[in-house]
Protein backbone atom coordinates (compact mmCIF):
# COMPACT_ATOMS: atom_id res chain seq x y z
CA UNK A 1 0.00 0.00 0.00
CA UNK A 2 1.36 3.12 -1.05
CA UNK A 3 1.86 5.84 1.56
CA UNK A 4 3.84 9.29 2.83
CA UNK A 5 7.56 9.35 3.78
CA UNK A 6 8.15 8.57 7.18
CA UNK A 7 8.13 11.67 8.50
CA UNK A 8 4.31 12.34 7.32
CA UNK A 9 3.05 8.99 8.60
CA UNK A 10 0.72 9.01 11.57
CA UNK A 11 1.68 6.12 13.76
CA UNK A 12 1.22 5.20 17.52
CA UNK A 13 3.64 7.58 18.85
CA UNK A 14 0.46 9.76 18.70
CA UNK A 15 -1.66 7.66 20.62
CA UNK A 16 -3.02 8.72 23.64
CA UNK A 17 -4.34 6.26 26.10
CA UNK A 18 -6.81 6.39 28.15
CA UNK A 19 -8.01 4.68 31.07
CA UNK A 20 -11.82 3.52 31.28
CA UNK A 21 -12.89 5.83 33.67
CA UNK A 22 -11.38 9.13 32.39
CA UNK A 23 -13.72 11.27 29.71
CA UNK A 24 -11.14 13.44 27.53
CA UNK A 25 -12.65 16.48 26.53
CA UNK A 26 -11.49 18.04 22.81
CA UNK A 27 -12.99 20.76 20.62
CA UNK A 28 -13.18 18.40 17.81
CA UNK A 29 -13.72 14.89 16.72
CA UNK A 30 -12.77 13.37 13.61
CA UNK A 31 -14.46 9.90 12.59
CA UNK A 32 -12.50 7.91 9.92
CA UNK A 33 -8.93 8.27 8.75
CA UNK A 34 -9.63 8.92 4.92
CA UNK A 35 -9.22 11.97 2.39
CA UNK A 36 -12.65 13.87 4.11
CA UNK A 37 -11.55 13.59 8.00
CA UNK A 38 -7.96 14.52 6.88
CA UNK A 39 -9.11 17.46 4.31
CA UNK A 40 -11.05 19.09 7.36
CA UNK A 41 -8.39 18.36 9.64
CA UNK A 42 -5.99 20.14 7.99
CA UNK A 43 -8.32 23.34 7.04
CA UNK A 44 -9.45 23.66 10.74
CA UNK A 45 -5.61 23.38 12.33
CA UNK A 46 -4.61 25.91 9.60
CA UNK A 47 -7.68 28.35 10.86
CA UNK A 48 -8.10 27.22 14.74
CA UNK A 49 -4.09 26.77 15.68
CA UNK A 50 -5.40 26.32 19.16
CA UNK A 51 -7.93 24.28 18.98
CA UNK A 52 -7.74 20.84 20.37
CA UNK A 53 -8.44 17.87 17.57
CA UNK A 54 -9.11 13.96 18.12
CA UNK A 55 -8.97 11.77 14.89
CA UNK A 56 -10.51 8.12 15.97
CA UNK A 57 -10.26 5.34 13.11
CA UNK A 58 -11.29 1.40 14.01
CA UNK A 59 -8.41 0.45 11.63
CA UNK A 60 -4.28 0.43 12.54
CA UNK A 61 -3.23 2.88 9.79
CA UNK A 62 -5.12 6.07 7.65
CA UNK A 63 -6.93 5.90 4.51
CA UNK A 64 -6.76 1.98 4.55
CA UNK A 65 -10.86 2.11 2.99
CA UNK A 66 -11.97 4.46 0.05
CA UNK A 67 -9.32 6.72 0.05
CA UNK A 68 -6.76 3.63 -0.47
CA UNK A 69 -5.38 4.08 -3.90
CA UNK A 70 -6.14 -0.06 -4.63
CA UNK A 71 -9.72 0.81 -3.59
CA UNK A 72 -10.77 3.97 -5.93
CA UNK A 73 -9.57 5.17 -9.87
CA UNK A 74 -7.45 7.62 -8.16
CA UNK A 75 -8.76 10.37 -11.38
CA UNK A 76 -8.85 13.57 -10.29
CA UNK A 77 -12.22 13.90 -11.02
CA UNK A 78 -13.43 17.10 -13.24
CA UNK A 79 -15.25 15.86 -15.84
CA UNK A 80 -12.88 16.38 -18.54
CA UNK A 81 -13.26 12.45 -19.47
CA UNK A 82 -16.82 11.25 -17.36
CA UNK A 83 -19.46 10.80 -20.49
CA UNK A 84 -22.35 10.35 -17.89
CA UNK A 85 -21.41 14.48 -16.39
CA UNK A 86 -22.64 15.38 -20.29
CA UNK A 87 -25.98 13.94 -20.91
CA UNK A 88 -27.58 14.49 -24.31
CA UNK A 89 -31.00 15.79 -24.61
CA UNK A 90 -33.89 14.87 -26.41
CA UNK A 91 -33.08 17.18 -29.62
CA UNK A 92 -29.40 16.67 -29.57
CA UNK A 93 -27.99 19.09 -27.72
CA UNK A 94 -25.26 18.10 -24.74
CA UNK A 95 -26.13 19.27 -20.94
CA UNK A 96 -22.36 20.45 -20.19
CA UNK A 97 -24.19 21.82 -16.70
CA UNK A 98 -23.10 18.69 -14.12
CA UNK A 99 -19.36 18.66 -16.03
CA UNK A 100 -18.89 22.74 -15.38
CA UNK A 101 -20.15 22.08 -11.84
CA UNK A 102 -17.64 19.18 -10.95
CA UNK A 103 -14.77 21.20 -12.68
CA UNK A 104 -15.28 23.92 -10.51
CA UNK A 105 -15.20 22.20 -7.69
CA UNK A 106 -12.14 20.27 -8.33
CA UNK A 107 -10.62 23.59 -9.13
CA UNK A 108 -11.36 24.52 -5.05
CA UNK A 109 -9.30 21.04 -4.45
CA UNK A 110 -6.40 21.70 -6.46
CA UNK A 111 -6.26 24.96 -5.17
CA UNK A 112 -5.92 24.15 -1.67
CA UNK A 113 -3.28 21.49 -2.36
CA UNK A 114 -1.18 24.12 -3.99
CA UNK A 115 -1.14 26.04 -0.95
CA UNK A 116 -0.89 23.11 0.96
CA UNK A 117 2.21 22.36 -0.66
CA UNK A 118 3.65 25.77 -1.15
CA UNK A 119 3.42 26.01 2.46
CA UNK A 120 4.87 22.82 3.55
CA UNK A 121 1.56 20.88 4.60
CA UNK A 122 2.07 18.65 1.66
CA UNK A 123 5.48 17.65 2.23
CA UNK A 124 5.80 15.40 -1.07
CA UNK A 125 3.58 16.01 -4.03
CA UNK A 126 4.63 13.50 -6.36
CA UNK A 127 3.88 11.09 -3.80
CA UNK A 128 -0.13 11.98 -4.20
CA UNK A 129 -0.36 13.97 -7.49
CA UNK A 130 1.28 12.65 -11.10
CA UNK A 131 -0.17 14.58 -14.53
CA UNK A 132 -2.23 12.19 -16.44
CA UNK A 133 -4.00 12.92 -19.82
CA UNK A 134 -7.92 12.35 -18.86
CA UNK A 135 -9.99 11.08 -22.54
CA UNK A 136 -13.04 10.12 -23.80
CA UNK A 137 -13.35 7.22 -25.80
CA UNK A 138 -15.74 5.79 -28.32
CA UNK A 139 -16.85 3.64 -31.14
CA UNK A 140 -19.49 3.65 -33.69
CA UNK A 141 -21.03 6.79 -35.80
CA UNK A 142 -23.67 7.82 -33.37
CA UNK A 143 -21.25 7.49 -30.23
CA UNK A 144 -18.66 9.68 -32.76
CA UNK A 145 -21.34 12.65 -33.71
CA UNK A 146 -21.74 12.58 -29.52
CA UNK A 147 -18.03 13.44 -28.58
CA UNK A 148 -17.80 15.48 -31.24
CA UNK A 149 -21.02 17.39 -30.07
CA UNK A 150 -19.65 16.99 -26.63
CA UNK A 151 -16.58 18.51 -27.41
CA UNK A 152 -18.03 21.88 -28.86
CA UNK A 153 -20.37 22.21 -26.02
CA UNK A 154 -17.47 22.33 -23.70
CA UNK A 155 -14.44 23.57 -25.47
CA UNK A 156 -15.97 27.23 -25.29
CA UNK A 157 -15.79 27.07 -21.68
CA UNK A 158 -12.16 28.30 -20.26
CA UNK A 159 -12.53 25.31 -18.12
CA UNK A 160 -12.66 22.96 -20.51
CA UNK A 161 -10.55 25.19 -23.54
CA UNK A 162 -7.46 22.60 -23.17
CA UNK A 163 -9.70 20.00 -24.54
CA UNK A 164 -8.59 18.12 -28.11
CA UNK A 165 -11.35 16.23 -30.54
CA UNK A 166 -9.53 13.42 -32.36
CA UNK A 167 -11.10 11.12 -34.94
CA UNK A 168 -7.86 10.10 -37.01
CA UNK A 169 -7.06 6.26 -36.41
CA UNK A 170 -3.18 7.08 -37.22
CA UNK A 171 -3.21 9.82 -34.61
CA UNK A 172 -5.26 7.37 -32.07
CA UNK A 173 -2.44 4.91 -32.37
CA UNK A 174 0.15 7.02 -31.80
CA UNK A 175 -1.50 8.71 -28.44
CA UNK A 176 -2.55 5.47 -27.00
CA UNK A 177 -0.78 2.80 -28.49
CA UNK A 178 -1.62 -0.18 -26.67
CA UNK A 179 -5.75 0.54 -27.18
CA UNK A 180 -4.71 0.84 -30.98
CA UNK A 181 -2.82 -2.80 -31.39
CA UNK A 182 -4.41 -5.58 -33.60
CA UNK A 183 -7.48 -2.86 -33.77
CA UNK A 184 -8.97 -3.38 -36.96
CA UNK A 185 -10.81 0.24 -37.15
CA UNK A 186 -13.40 -1.27 -38.88
CA UNK A 187 -15.59 1.20 -36.67
CA UNK A 188 -14.97 5.00 -36.71
CA UNK A 189 -13.62 5.96 -33.49
CA UNK A 190 -12.95 9.09 -31.76
CA UNK A 191 -11.81 10.82 -28.14
CA UNK A 192 -11.61 13.96 -26.28
CA UNK A 193 -8.66 14.07 -25.13
CA UNK A 194 -7.42 16.82 -22.07
CA UNK A 195 -3.39 16.45 -21.29
CA UNK A 196 -3.66 18.59 -17.90
CA UNK A 197 -5.65 15.78 -16.07
CA UNK A 198 -3.99 13.95 -12.69
CA UNK A 199 -4.00 11.01 -11.02
CA UNK A 200 -4.19 11.02 -7.51
CA UNK A 201 -2.77 8.47 -4.69
CA UNK A 202 -5.85 10.09 -2.03
CA UNK A 203 -3.88 7.50 0.01
CA UNK A 204 -1.01 9.40 0.02
CA UNK A 205 -2.87 12.60 0.54
CA UNK A 206 -4.77 11.64 2.95
CA UNK A 207 -1.75 10.54 5.07
CA UNK A 208 0.48 13.75 4.76
CA UNK A 209 -2.68 16.14 5.94
CA UNK A 210 -2.92 13.98 8.40
CA UNK A 211 0.72 13.63 9.20
CA UNK A 212 0.63 17.56 9.05
CA UNK A 213 -2.08 17.52 11.67
CA UNK A 214 -1.01 15.31 14.15
CA UNK A 215 2.20 17.05 13.84
CA UNK A 216 0.98 20.35 15.05
CA UNK A 217 -0.57 18.71 18.09
CA UNK A 218 -3.62 16.45 16.86
CA UNK A 219 -4.37 13.39 18.80
CA UNK A 220 -4.98 10.11 16.76
CA UNK A 221 -6.40 7.27 17.98
CA UNK A 222 -5.91 4.57 15.27
CA UNK A 223 -7.39 1.21 16.16
CA UNK A 224 -10.56 2.75 17.72
CA UNK A 225 -13.94 1.74 17.15
CA UNK A 226 -16.58 4.79 17.78
CA UNK A 227 -19.61 2.83 19.21
CA UNK A 228 -21.81 5.27 19.92
CA UNK A 229 -22.56 9.36 19.96
CA UNK A 230 -24.68 11.12 22.19
CA UNK A 231 -25.82 14.56 22.51
CA UNK A 232 -24.98 16.68 25.54
CA UNK A 233 -27.11 19.01 27.51
CA UNK A 234 -24.29 21.74 26.49
CA UNK A 235 -25.14 21.22 23.01
CA UNK A 236 -21.57 18.89 22.42
CA UNK A 237 -21.72 15.08 21.97
CA UNK A 238 -20.16 12.11 23.57
CA UNK A 239 -18.54 9.63 21.85
CA UNK A 240 -17.87 6.27 22.84
CA UNK A 241 -15.11 4.64 22.19
CA UNK A 242 -13.24 1.18 22.26
CA UNK A 243 -9.76 0.64 21.49
CA UNK A 244 -9.75 -2.77 19.38
CA UNK A 245 -6.63 -4.17 20.21
CA UNK A 246 -7.01 -3.77 24.23
CA UNK A 247 -10.97 -3.48 24.50
CA UNK A 248 -10.78 -0.84 26.86
CA UNK A 249 -13.56 1.44 26.80
CA UNK A 250 -13.35 5.60 27.54
CA UNK A 251 -15.72 8.35 26.51
CA UNK A 252 -14.67 11.63 24.81
CA UNK A 253 -16.52 14.85 24.75
CA UNK A 254 -16.68 17.21 21.73
CA UNK A 255 -17.92 20.77 20.75
CA UNK A 256 -17.96 19.01 17.17
CA UNK A 257 -18.02 15.92 15.06
CA UNK A 258 -17.32 15.17 11.73
CA UNK A 259 -18.15 11.66 10.79
CA UNK A 260 -16.01 10.78 7.79
CA UNK A 261 -16.20 7.35 8.09
CA UNK A 262 -17.03 6.21 4.16
CA UNK A 263 -19.33 3.23 3.97
CA UNK A 264 -19.61 3.58 8.22
CA UNK A 265 -21.02 7.02 8.47
CA UNK A 266 -24.60 6.39 8.06
CA UNK A 267 -24.92 3.92 10.65
CA UNK A 268 -23.08 6.47 13.11
CA UNK A 269 -25.33 9.47 11.81
CA UNK A 270 -28.03 7.22 12.77
CA UNK A 271 -27.31 6.32 16.06
CA UNK A 272 -26.37 10.20 16.75
CA UNK A 273 -30.16 10.25 16.35
CA UNK A 274 -30.30 13.58 14.33
CA UNK A 275 -33.61 14.30 12.71
CA UNK A 276 -31.21 15.18 9.49
CA UNK A 277 -30.40 11.75 8.96
CA UNK A 278 -34.16 10.41 9.09
CA UNK A 279 -35.56 8.61 5.87
CA UNK A 280 -31.79 8.15 4.55
CA UNK A 281 -30.87 4.95 3.39
CA UNK A 282 -27.63 2.99 1.67
CA UNK A 283 -26.94 0.46 -0.96
CA UNK A 284 -23.95 -0.95 -0.92
CA UNK A 285 -22.06 -1.82 -4.01
CA UNK A 286 -18.41 -3.51 -4.43
CA UNK A 287 -15.53 -3.06 -6.86
CA UNK A 288 -13.00 -5.13 -8.79
CA UNK A 289 -10.52 -4.50 -10.86
CA UNK A 290 -8.11 -5.90 -13.97
CA UNK A 291 -4.62 -4.81 -12.73
CA UNK A 292 -1.43 -5.22 -14.84
CA UNK A 293 2.60 -3.74 -14.03
CA UNK A 294 4.11 -5.07 -16.92
CA UNK A 295 6.05 -2.60 -17.80
CA UNK A 296 5.76 -2.97 -21.62
CA UNK A 297 1.90 -2.16 -21.10
CA UNK A 298 1.88 0.78 -18.71
CA UNK A 299 4.50 2.51 -21.06
CA UNK A 300 2.18 2.10 -24.14
CA UNK A 301 -0.78 3.98 -22.07
CA UNK A 302 -0.45 6.84 -20.28
CA UNK A 303 -4.03 8.11 -19.66
CA UNK A 304 -6.82 7.66 -18.04
CA UNK A 305 -9.31 6.64 -21.08
CA UNK A 306 -13.33 6.57 -19.87
CA UNK A 307 -15.53 5.04 -22.27
CA UNK A 308 -19.50 4.98 -22.08
CA UNK A 309 -22.16 2.76 -19.75
CA UNK A 310 -23.22 0.33 -21.05
CA UNK A 311 -26.76 0.57 -21.78
CA UNK A 312 -29.03 0.31 -19.22
CA UNK A 313 -26.21 0.27 -16.87
CA UNK A 314 -25.80 2.73 -13.89
CA UNK A 315 -23.26 5.50 -13.97
CA UNK A 316 -20.68 3.60 -11.72
CA UNK A 317 -20.29 1.45 -13.99
CA UNK A 318 -18.34 3.69 -17.02
CA UNK A 319 -15.66 1.17 -17.96
CA UNK A 320 -12.35 2.43 -18.30
CA UNK A 321 -8.44 2.07 -18.62
CA UNK A 322 -6.63 3.71 -15.88
CA UNK A 323 -3.13 4.46 -15.67
CA UNK A 324 -2.41 4.80 -11.94
CA UNK A 325 1.01 6.00 -10.49
CA UNK A 326 1.62 4.19 -6.77
CA UNK A 327 4.76 4.75 -4.61
CA UNK A 328 6.60 6.24 -7.98
CA UNK A 329 5.60 2.75 -10.13
CA UNK A 330 2.84 3.02 -13.04
CA UNK A 331 0.29 0.69 -13.29
CA UNK A 332 -2.58 -0.11 -15.57
CA UNK A 333 -6.09 -0.92 -14.66
CA UNK A 334 -9.44 -1.44 -15.80
CA UNK A 335 -12.79 -1.11 -14.90
CA UNK A 336 -14.91 -1.45 -12.94
CA UNK A 337 -16.92 -4.73 -12.26
CA UNK A 338 -19.38 -4.54 -9.74
CA UNK A 339 -19.33 -7.17 -6.88
CA UNK A 340 -22.08 -7.03 -3.92
CA UNK A 341 -21.58 -7.67 -0.21
CA UNK A 342 -24.16 -6.58 2.45
CA UNK A 343 -20.62 -5.02 4.21
CA UNK A 344 -20.50 -0.96 4.48
CA UNK A 345 -16.75 -1.05 4.33
CA UNK A 346 -14.32 -3.42 2.92
CA UNK A 347 -13.46 -4.51 6.40
CA UNK A 348 -16.80 -4.48 7.66
CA UNK A 349 -19.85 -6.77 8.62
CA UNK A 350 -22.03 -8.39 6.85
CA UNK A 351 -24.70 -6.96 9.32
CA UNK A 352 -24.32 -4.00 7.73
CA UNK A 353 -26.71 -3.29 5.40
CA UNK A 354 -29.81 -5.17 7.62
CA UNK A 355 -28.85 -3.20 10.64
CA UNK A 356 -28.79 0.47 8.81
CA UNK A 357 -32.78 -0.50 7.91
CA UNK A 358 -34.86 1.79 10.12
CA UNK A 359 -38.32 2.03 10.54
CA UNK A 360 -37.77 6.25 9.20
CA UNK A 361 -36.06 4.80 6.37
CA UNK A 362 -37.50 1.53 5.35
CA UNK A 363 -39.61 3.28 2.91
CA UNK A 364 -36.92 4.82 1.09
CA UNK A 365 -35.18 1.24 0.95
CA UNK A 366 -37.96 -0.39 -0.31
CA UNK A 367 -39.10 2.06 -2.90
CA UNK A 368 -35.50 1.69 -4.35
CA UNK A 369 -35.56 -2.07 -4.31
CA UNK A 370 -38.85 -2.00 -6.16
CA UNK A 371 -37.70 1.25 -9.09
CA UNK A 372 -34.08 0.05 -9.45
CA UNK A 373 -34.40 -3.17 -11.71
CA UNK A 374 -31.91 -2.11 -14.12
CA UNK A 375 -29.15 -1.65 -11.24
CA UNK A 376 -30.37 -5.09 -10.16
CA UNK A 377 -29.89 -6.96 -13.49
CA UNK A 378 -26.56 -5.05 -13.69
CA UNK A 379 -25.27 -6.57 -10.33
CA UNK A 380 -26.36 -9.95 -11.26
CA UNK A 381 -24.69 -10.25 -14.86
CA UNK A 382 -21.20 -8.79 -13.14
CA UNK A 383 -21.65 -11.41 -10.60
CA UNK A 384 -21.77 -14.06 -13.58
CA UNK A 385 -18.50 -12.91 -15.20
CA UNK A 386 -15.79 -15.24 -15.34
CA UNK A 387 -11.98 -14.31 -15.49
CA UNK A 388 -12.27 -14.57 -19.25
CA UNK A 389 -15.41 -12.32 -19.54
CA UNK A 390 -13.90 -9.48 -17.86
CA UNK A 391 -10.66 -9.85 -20.16
CA UNK A 392 -12.69 -9.95 -22.97
CA UNK A 393 -14.50 -6.35 -21.73
CA UNK A 394 -10.90 -4.65 -21.95
CA UNK A 395 -10.87 -6.34 -25.37
CA UNK A 396 -12.79 -3.71 -26.10
CA UNK A 397 -10.53 -1.07 -25.21
CA UNK A 398 -7.40 -2.88 -25.77
CA UNK A 399 -7.89 -5.39 -28.39
CA UNK A 400 -4.55 -7.22 -27.79
CA UNK A 401 -4.88 -7.76 -24.07
CA UNK A 402 -3.97 -10.85 -23.03
CA UNK A 403 -5.15 -12.70 -19.89
CA UNK A 404 -1.80 -13.57 -18.37
CA UNK A 405 -1.09 -9.82 -17.96
CA UNK A 406 -3.77 -9.07 -15.92
CA UNK A 407 -4.92 -9.61 -12.64
CA UNK A 408 -8.36 -9.41 -10.25
CA UNK A 409 -8.03 -6.64 -7.86
CA UNK A 410 -11.03 -6.20 -4.91
CA UNK A 411 -11.42 -2.54 -4.77
CA UNK A 412 -13.53 -0.84 -1.75
CA UNK A 413 -16.92 -0.56 -0.67
CA UNK A 414 -19.35 1.79 -1.78
CA UNK A 415 -22.68 2.72 -0.04
CA UNK A 416 -24.58 4.80 -2.65
CA UNK A 417 -27.01 7.50 -0.83
CA UNK A 418 -30.86 6.15 -0.94
CA UNK A 419 -32.94 9.90 -0.04
CA UNK A 420 -36.72 9.74 0.59
CA UNK A 421 -38.72 10.78 -1.79
CA UNK A 422 -42.50 11.53 -1.63
CA UNK A 423 -43.88 8.05 -0.16
CA UNK A 424 -40.58 5.97 -1.45
CA UNK A 425 -36.68 6.55 -2.09
CA UNK A 426 -34.08 7.55 -4.82
CA UNK A 427 -31.21 6.24 -5.46
CA UNK A 428 -28.26 8.87 -5.61
CA UNK A 429 -25.18 8.55 -7.22
CA UNK A 430 -22.70 11.75 -5.82
CA UNK A 431 -21.83 12.84 -2.74
CA UNK A 432 -24.54 14.36 0.20
CA UNK A 433 -22.85 16.51 3.30
CA UNK A 434 -25.58 16.32 6.21
CA UNK A 435 -25.53 18.66 8.75
CA UNK A 436 -27.60 18.94 12.37
CA UNK A 437 -29.37 22.39 12.59
CA UNK A 438 -27.29 23.57 15.12
CA UNK A 439 -23.77 22.55 13.30
CA UNK A 440 -22.65 20.81 16.28
CA UNK A 441 -22.58 17.10 14.19
CA UNK A 442 -21.85 16.60 10.11
CA UNK A 443 -20.88 13.64 8.09
CA UNK A 444 -20.38 13.01 4.40
CA UNK A 445 -22.29 10.00 2.55
CA UNK A 446 -22.27 9.04 -0.81
CA UNK A 447 -19.29 8.31 -3.78
CA UNK A 448 -18.10 9.52 -6.91
CA UNK A 449 -16.91 12.49 -7.44
CA UNK A 450 -16.41 11.81 -3.62
CA UNK A 451 -12.76 12.24 -2.90
CA UNK A 452 -11.94 15.01 -5.47
CA UNK A 453 -14.37 17.24 -4.23
CA UNK A 454 -13.30 16.99 -0.66
CA UNK A 455 -12.19 20.56 -0.03
CA UNK A 456 -15.29 22.36 -1.51
CA UNK A 457 -17.21 19.39 0.79
CA UNK A 458 -15.13 20.18 3.87
CA UNK A 459 -15.44 24.32 3.55
CA UNK A 460 -19.37 23.47 2.79
CA UNK A 461 -19.45 21.85 6.36
CA UNK A 462 -17.38 24.96 7.84
CA UNK A 463 -19.89 26.73 6.51
CA UNK A 464 -22.85 25.29 7.65
CA UNK A 465 -21.70 24.54 11.52
CA UNK A 466 -19.39 27.49 12.29
CA UNK A 467 -21.81 30.21 11.26
CA UNK A 468 -20.15 32.15 13.59
CA UNK A 469 -16.71 32.14 13.02
CA UNK A 470 -16.88 31.29 9.13
CA UNK A 471 -16.62 35.28 8.08
CA UNK A 472 -13.84 35.68 10.21
CA UNK A 473 -12.11 32.88 8.80
CA UNK A 474 -12.76 33.80 4.92
CA UNK A 475 -9.59 35.86 4.55
CA UNK A 476 -7.43 32.93 5.30
CA UNK A 477 -9.99 30.75 3.48
CA UNK A 478 -9.66 32.59 0.65
CA UNK A 479 -5.62 32.88 0.62
CA UNK A 480 -5.87 28.85 1.07
CA UNK A 481 -8.54 29.17 -2.39
CA UNK A 482 -8.52 32.38 -4.03
CA UNK A 483 -11.18 31.53 -6.22
CA UNK A 484 -13.16 30.91 -2.85
CA UNK A 485 -17.38 31.78 -3.81
CA UNK A 486 -16.56 32.69 -7.55
CA UNK A 487 -17.53 30.33 -10.33
CA UNK A 488 -14.38 30.43 -12.60
CA UNK A 489 -15.77 29.74 -15.66
CA UNK A 490 -17.38 33.22 -15.78
CA UNK A 491 -13.95 34.63 -14.56
CA UNK A 492 -11.74 33.50 -17.47
CA UNK A 493 -8.66 36.04 -15.84
CA UNK A 494 -8.52 34.45 -12.31
CA UNK A 495 -8.94 30.61 -13.75
CA UNK A 496 -5.71 31.48 -15.77
CA UNK A 497 -3.79 32.85 -12.95
CA UNK A 498 -5.00 30.22 -9.99
CA UNK A 499 -3.99 27.73 -12.65
CA UNK A 500 -0.87 28.55 -13.54
CA UNK A 501 0.21 29.05 -9.91
CA UNK A 502 -1.36 25.36 -9.01
CA UNK A 503 0.67 24.09 -12.35
CA UNK A 504 3.55 25.47 -11.13
CA UNK A 505 3.93 24.70 -7.29
CA UNK A 506 2.16 21.09 -8.34
CA UNK A 507 5.12 20.52 -11.28
CA UNK A 508 2.29 19.37 -13.17
CA UNK A 509 4.67 20.80 -16.10
CA UNK A 510 6.99 18.44 -15.31
CA UNK A 511 6.76 14.90 -16.40
CA UNK A 512 5.75 12.17 -14.25
Not at 110 to 119: D, H, I, L, M
Request: a neutral charge; proline letters at 6%; aromatic letters at 8%.
Amino acid sequence: MAGASDATEPDDDNLVVVSDSKTVKTDVVLVGAGIMSATLSALLRLLEPNWSITLVERLDGAAAESSDPWNNAGTGHSALCELNYTPQNSDGTIDIAKAVNVNEQFQVSRQFWTYAVENGVLPDVRNFLNPIPHVSFVEGADNVAYLRARYEALVSNPLFSGMEYIDDADEFARRLPFMAAKRTFAKPVALNWTQSGTDVDFGSLSRQLIGYTASQGMTTLFGHDVRDLSKDSDGGWTVKVVNRRTRAKHKIKAKFVFVGAGGGALPLLQKAGIPEAKGFGGFPVGGQWLRSANPELTAGHQAKVYGAPPLGAPPMSVPHLDTRVINGKSYLLFGPFAGWSPKFLKQGKVTDLPLSVKPNNLASMVGVGLTEMSLLKYLIGQLLLSEADRVDALREFAPSAVDSDWELDIAGQRVQVIRRKGAGGVLEFGTTVLTAADGSIAGLLGASPGASTAVPAMVEVLERCFGDRYQAWLPKLKEMVPSLGVNLSGEPKLYREVWDWGTKVLKLDQPA
